[in-house]
Structure formats: structure tokens, C-alpha cells
């Protein structure tokens, strides 16, 4: 938010004025609104639970546009926090939402009742039906129906996320099955290509592999918080740098990405995952062994302890 200009309707602020001159907001007043909206807003999911996130916050965004951003990434994080618990992938959702928990205290509430499976919200909707409603097997369906329809939903944004990678995947291998042909030579090479490096010359592959559309949606989709590219000749590395406009939220969302269609991006023949470290340089993981190295060179935007 840039306190040179009003929050409300973006005019350049005056000195020494309390009041906007365009729209005549009070500076203050209009303050302590936003935060008490926000605030409801965080109090209001803690009580009614995660998957009511995206409405309480989309409706403080509404009203107040410049804090869009903000409520976008709580609404994100919460959503990718959710679907990777409902992948099974736990110890990565227990973590992002230690940092939720980290950040908004006030969510313990909610993610307490999600991770024990809303045992205790399905506790009081049976408590409060009248007990011959409870003996009855179509009551027990319809809640088993409900939280089914609850589980897909949740698995939505994900389909939709990873579903053009993954068409693009199989068309991009059926062309390159039937358009390549072996070279009858091959140019010599020391065993140090093996290893990511950012002096590798960035390379033009076949516009069918899946890694070379992988880098075209990341620049697209996240284009104002990431660049990604593709080095080297023969163990491809697929390199992330951050811009100024990327936070922690940001960076956590993309290498979640990166991780979902890491297998296709390996198949294409990427080996290495190259992305800024917390000390200024890259971290380098190696996807063939596992094992995760640092390089000395200098990354340009990164986060600081």
C-alpha cells in the first residue's frame, strides 16, 4: 500500500492533511474501517470454518480494493493448504498451516476443527435432529453425500490448475514421438553438465515438450511474482527467480506448482530445480537423487531472516 496515496481512491495524498482532497475520506477513520473488516472477517472463518475463506474475504476485498492482494493470498494459501490435505500429501499441509496459524493466531480455531475431520461440527448437526431423524439411514447418506460434494469441491481448483499442463504433457509427447529423428552425432560434453549452473547457455528446445509449456504458463499465469527459464544442454535445469513484488506466500504457491507436474517436467528430461535461498545465492535440488545443493551465485530478489 503506498502511503503517498489515498487508500480508498488512489489520489496523491497531501501533507500535513488528515482528509483526502478527491474523494474526502479521513485518512484514519477509513484506516481503523479496513482493519475492523479484516479483522471480522479472520473471526468469521475461525468460527464458521476454511471453506468459508473465500467469501469473507472476497467480501472485505469489495469493499475495500486495496487490500485485494492481501485477501487473494490468504484466500490462496488457505485453498492449497486444504488440497494438499485432501491429496494426503499431510506433513506438507501441516506446515503451511503452522505458518497460517503463525500469521492469523485467530484461524487455530479453524484449522483444529479441519484437521480432525469437522468431527465436532457433524456431532452438533446429529445432536440437534430430532432422534427418530437419527435412526434413520437416508439422514446418515445425506451427510456422507454432503462431505463427499465438500471433498470434490476442495479438489476443483486443483483439476483446474494442473489439467492444461497434463493435456499439454500428452500432446507434446505424441508429436515428439512422431516427429523426432536420432542425430547421427553428438557433440562432446564433460561430466560436470550434470550439474546446474548458471553459466549453462539457455537452450531452445521442441516446442512439444512439456517443460518448455510449463515455463510458458508459470511467465504467464505468474509472470508479475516469478520468471522462470530453462538452462543447460543435456540435464535440463529449470531455474525461478522472484521479483520485487513477491512474498513468502507467493514463493511457497509457485514451487507447490513446480511440484505438482514434477514428474512430467523429469520425463522431459529436467532434472535440477534451481530457486533462491534465504542467504542471497540458489538453492539446487536434484531431482534424479534427491539431493539438495546451494550454488555461489547471487540472486537478485530473495527473502532475508
Not at 488457505?78 to 506438507?92: L, P, W, Y
Not at 435412526?135 to 471433498?151: C, G, L, R, Y
Amino acid at each position: 500500500m503506498d502511503k503517498n496515496k489515498c487508500p480508498k481512491c488512489g489520489a496523491e495524498r497531501q501533507q500535513d492533511t488528515q482528509e483526502c482532497q478527491s474523494c474526502g475520506v479521513i485518512y484514519q477513520r477509513y484506516q481503523e474501517s479496513l482493519k475492523k473488516n479484516f479483522n471480522k472477517a479472520i473471526t468469521n472463518i475461525s468460527e464458521k470454518g476454511l471453506a468459508t475463506a473465500k467469501n469473507e474475504l472476497e467480501a472485505v476485498s469489495e469493499k475495500f480494493p486495496n487490500i485485494e492482494m492481501v485477501c487473494s493470498n490468504y484466500i490462496s494459501f488457505i485453498e492449497m493448504a486444504i488440497r494438499e490435505h485432501n491429496k494426503g500429501n499431510h506433513e506438507v499441509a501441516s506446515k503451511m498451516f503452522s505458518k497460517l496459524t503463525d500469521k492469523k493466531p485467530e484461524l487455530q480455531k479453524a484449522v483444529s476443527i479441519f484437521l480432525r475431520g469437522e468431527d465436532e461440527q457433524k456431532e452438533n448437526i446429529i445432536t440437534e435432529q430430532p432422534e427418530e431423524d437419527q435412526e434413520q439411514p437416508p439422514v446418515i447418506k445425506n451427510e456422507e453425500e454432503k462431505k463427499t460434494i465438500f471433498h470434490r469441491k476442495g479438489l476443483m481448483r486443483f483439476i483446474a490448475a494442473t489439467g492444461i499442463v497434463i493435456f499439454f504433457y500428452i500432446v507434446g509427447t505424441s508429436e515428439k514421438n512422431k516427429s523426432y529423428t536420432p542425430k547421427t552425432s553428438k557433440p562432446s560434453y564433460s561430466s560436470s553438465i550434470s550439474k546446474p549452473s548458471a553459466s549453462y547457455p539457455t537452450s531452445s528446445y521442441s516446442s512439444s515438450g512439456v517443460a518448455d509449456k510449463v515455463v510458458s504458463i508459470l511467465n504467464t499465469s505468474y509472470g508479475n511474482i516469478c520468471h522462470a527459464e530453462l538452462t543447460g544442454i543435456f540435464s535440463k535445469t529449470l531455474k525461478v527467480d522472484w521479483t520485487k513484488n513477491t512474498v513468502k506466500l507467493h514463493a511457497i504457491k509457485v514451487l507447490a506448482e513446480i511440484g505438482s507436474v514434477k514428474e512430467g517436467l523429469y520425463q522431459d528430461g529436467v532434472r535440477y530445480l534451481q530457486f533462491p535461498n534465504d542467504a542471497g545465492t540458489y538453492n539446487v535440488i536434484d531431482w534424479k537423487t534427491g539431493e539438495k545443493t546451494s550454488t555461489p551465485e547471487k540472486t537478485k530478489y530473495y527473502f532475508s531472516e
